[in-house]
């Protein structure tokens, strides 16, 4: 029996921290891997091509909605955004855990389609803070922030049906309650009778 990978898909408003989340999580578990979306979106500055994202034309991006090669895909802000279903196929077949960090609608698409995965909704401590993180780093227009605030509260009612909720109001907590939820789940039965297999000849 060989390990399947972990697909942990995490998703939060804008502003709740999930950037910083990550990359904790990825210095406490350093041989999970990070799923690079396709994206419509205009690289930003230091971005490179096929790290954070593969960025490709609308067409391109439309032709493989057309040849069904996303797994899901979302418009978000305009553009549009999908986990190929060939980057979350190679991770599982190979044991690879994979972090996807995706909007809500994809998260909803994946659920409705996929078994197995682990989805964590990110919460801000409250509508105030969220706010306040909004216009503290954001040099966006107010009617941009105002958009943001908006478009935050109605993810922040997909949380219901999310696997597991994690309030970022103290950071290191979170950070450990997301590792506490990914070391759960690597020490699922289905995961663990690999390595026990091996070991005990069974
Ligand atoms: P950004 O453009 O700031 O990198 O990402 C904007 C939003 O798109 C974030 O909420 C992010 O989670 C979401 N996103 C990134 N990649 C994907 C993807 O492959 N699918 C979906 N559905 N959303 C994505």
């Not at 797994?71 to 980057?87: C, D, F, M, Q």
């Not at 706010?131 to 966006?140: A, G, H, I």
């Not at 309030?167 to 450990?176: G, K, L, M, T, V």
């Amino acid at each position: 029996m060989k390990r399947e990978g972990l697909i942990l898909i995490l998703s939060a408003p804008s502003g709740a921290g999930k950037t910083s989340l990550c990359r904790e999580l990825f210095k406490t578990f350093p041989d999970m891997k990070e799923s690079v979306s396709f994206t419509t979106r205009a690289p930003r500055t230091g971005e490179v091509e096929g790290e954070a994202y593969h960025f490709v034309t609308r067409e391109t991006f439309d032709s493989m909605v057309a040849d069904n090669a996303f797994a899901e895909w979302a418009e978000v802000h305009g553009n549009r955004y999908g986990t190929a279903l060939i980057t979350l196929e190679e991770a599982w077949r190979n044991g690879v855990d994979l972090v996807l960090d995706i909007d809500c609608q994809g998260a909803r698409k994946l659920k409705e389609q996929f078994d197995g995965g682990v989805y964590v909704f990110i919460m801000p401590p409250s509508m105030a803070e969220l706010r306040r993180r909004l216009e503290f780093r954001s040099t966006d227009a107010q009617e941009v922030i105002e958009r943001r605030i908006v478009r935050a509260a109605d993810e922040i009612r997909e949380a219901r049906w999310y696997d597991f909720i994690i309030f970022n109001d103290n950071f290191d907590e979170a950070c450990r309650e997301l590792a506490a939820i990914v070391t759960a789940n690597r020490r699922k039965t289905s995961r663990m009778m690999d390595k026990v297999g091996k070991l005990f000849d069974i």
